[in-house]
């Protein structure tokens, strides 16, 4: 009986791996038997000499994108004369010294930096710019602090002035200032300034859309970010319903504000002051989560202040209310005696 021409049952898949094929064919650099293989191999061993990308992959290895870095002399001066916290100086060899740079010498060998001595190509490459003066001073980033230690640590401060005075107990009340789209670090700066003379307990800051404590932020604080809290928060009307939990108060600073700073009736209690970027002013989130509105009462003819001038006055509206109380609880008790 003769057998039918075509496929028979169950042979599906019998020569399936020969359809397959051997896939696409290899680049010929990727060939080891091909000239252009060992011509990219040349190449390579070019580039690998080359002195200008040595000095590029020597760069890389002591910076990345995320260092903050101090560029130029009088920059670099200013940063060691206030404190900035830094690991490394970079000095470009052959540098012509001035009194500039002999200063910095001094101070960074006193703060006990390493000093590196690099040439122009790697001190590029460092600065990612080639105005750095043949100084570069890489600086340590900033630790901030937890919401919930900030706010421990003021009520532990608050509590143990219960055994005080009335006077002494409403100036350790506390106070914390919450900075609502302040995208520029030198305005940040001023604000850690003002808070830290004016007694504040800690700034707030929300981790998106907000200036961070950078080197200028650092510098315009002229020091006192080394003693003024900073706290980073996911979302920052969260953070101040979860104070005002806790029995603290929102003031935040608009120019349509129903009060003027200083007279809200919140200053001698725990307060939040809230300020808002100079342009938007405070977000709508934000500014419903507050207890009061506040404004400084300013010339038609400006239209807004900027927010670390404004933090500035409304802190010491805040401060003269809390010494005005402290002193009219404190005439009772003198009258007694």
Known sequence: MALK??????????HRNKLRGYGPTPKAED?????AYRAKKAADRRKMADPRLAAKRRAAKFTSDS???????NAVVEALRVGVPAKELYLAARIEHDDRTREIVQLATKSGLHLLEADRLEMDRIARSSNHQGVVLKVLPFQYSSLADLVDRADRKAKAMNAASESARI????????LDGVTDPQNLGAVIRSAAAFGANGVILPERRSASVTAAAWKV????????????????????????????????LDGGGDALVGETGFETDPLIVVLGSEGKGLSRLVRESCDSIAGIPISSMVESLNASVAAGISLYAVDRARREAATAA???QTNAQ
Not at 223 to 233: C, D, E, I, L, T
């Open 5 to 14: 021409k075509g496929p028979t049952k169950g042979s599906g898949g019998k």
């Open 31 to 35: 060939r080891v038997y091909h000239k």
């Open 67 to 73: 260092d903050d870095l101090v560029i130029g002399r």
């Open 171 to 178: 100036k350790a009340r506390p106070l914390f200032i919450a």
């Open 221 to 252: 604080s002229a020091g006192a970010a080394a003693h003024m809290p900073v706290a980073r928060v996911v979302n920052l009307t969260k953070a101040i319903e979860s104070l005002k939990e806790r029995g603290y108060y929102a003031v935040g």
């Open 330 to 332: 404190a005439a009772p």
